[in-house]
């Protein structure tokens, strides 16, 4: 029988570690928010146990936990893993076979900052779309009722949804602090009620297809761009809040043209992303053919 590990990884929440394992622990998802709530999963139960565990989250390959702010991961990580390591490899019943036959996860959604202090990441435990969807105002988001209701707030300027999140800018008449808790609660509520988020594409979305871009360009510096894009760029700045699309490259000028959306539109830091980043990338794996990444929105 394979012995059962766990490797720690941090995440972008510093209250919240990874517990990642070797192996299939488990079919489907289940969170527990207090030690009632995980009576037929005798793990959770046990962790509950520990005084300083807030929330558990065990899906497929892993195990998330929260944690109050008594105490800081660095100092009892070690310990927990070793807790749990040593109660599954013992035999020891992660969830029982009724919760698993039953049991939907209950929705919860909480806030991440991004790079650009005006941009707050909604992030959801489901998915809630299957392509990214910008709009810069409530006339454009007619085809998603969750943005349309989120630009009922006066201090929603934009409003960006990518699969499990939403990112959301704001104008400078608010702080986070003041409006957070406001937002979470109401897209959590949106989502538990089973509301479409968003039911067409928007003017932008088409374009966040790359397989679709790669069909109409036709020089193969273009579709390098665009598979690297892919592969190295999108999930960084996704994992930010945000999206970088392919718009255009120009061989006379050796120019990449790229659009931002999400947190990355309007980053103080997004031009240092872009040379520093993005354009550095390009010019080592496409030597000779890159000179600049411009950013058309920025």
């Known amino acids: 029988m394979k012995t059962i590990s766990f490797q720690i990884e941090e995440t972008k929440t510093d209250t919240i570690i990874k517990l990642t ?7 489907g998802s289940h969170q527990f928010n207090n030690i009632d709530e995980a009576k037929n999963a005798p793990l959770a139960q046990q962790l509950f146990h520990l005084p300083f565990i807030k929330r558990i989250f065990i899906s497929a390959n892993f195990i998330a936990l929260e944690r109050f ?3 800081e991961w660095k ?3 070690e310990e927990v893993k070793e807790q749990i390591e040593n109660y ?6 992660l969830i029982s076979e ?3 036959k039953t049991a939907k996860v209950p929705v919860e959604v909480y806030a991440e900052v991004t790079p650009n202090p005006a941009v707050l990441k909604f992030v959801a435990n489901k998915a809630l779309v299957e392509n990214d969807l910008e709009f810069k105002n409530i006339d454009e988001a007619k085809n998603s009722p969750l943005a349309l209701e989120l ?6 300027k934009e409003v960006f949804i990518s699969r499990n999140y939403v990112s959301i800018t704001k104008f400078d008449i608010v702080e986070w602090n003041e409006i957070t808790v406001e937002i979470r609660s109401f897209i959590k509520e949106f989502i538990a009620s089973g509301k479409n988020v968003g039911t067409s594409v928007s003017k932008t979305e088409t374009k966040a297809n790359p397989k679709a871009e790669v069909l109409k360009s036709n020089d193969d510096v273009s579709k390098q761009i665009i598979a690297i894009l892919e592969e190295h760029i999108r999930p960084a700045v996704a994992a930010d809040g945000g ?3 392919f718009q255009s490259y120009d061989k006379n000028t050796k120019t990449v ?3 931002l959306q999400g947190a990355c539109s309007g980053c103080p830091s997004s031009t240092i992303t872009l040379k520093n980043g993005i354009e550095s990338m390009l010019k080592q794996l496409i030597p000779g053919k890159i000179e600049q990444v411009v950013a058309l929105n920025h």
């Open 21 to 27: 394992a070797n192996t299939i622990l488990t079919s």
């Open 69 to 71: 702010s008594i105490v």
């Open 75 to 77: 100092d009892v990580q």
């Open 88 to 93: 599954l490899n013992s035999g020891g019943i």
């Open 98 to 100: 009724a919760i698993e």
């Open 151 to 156: 630009f009922n707030f006066p201090f929603v």
């Open 243 to 245: 999206n970088i699309l």
């Open 257 to 259: 043209h790229v659009i």
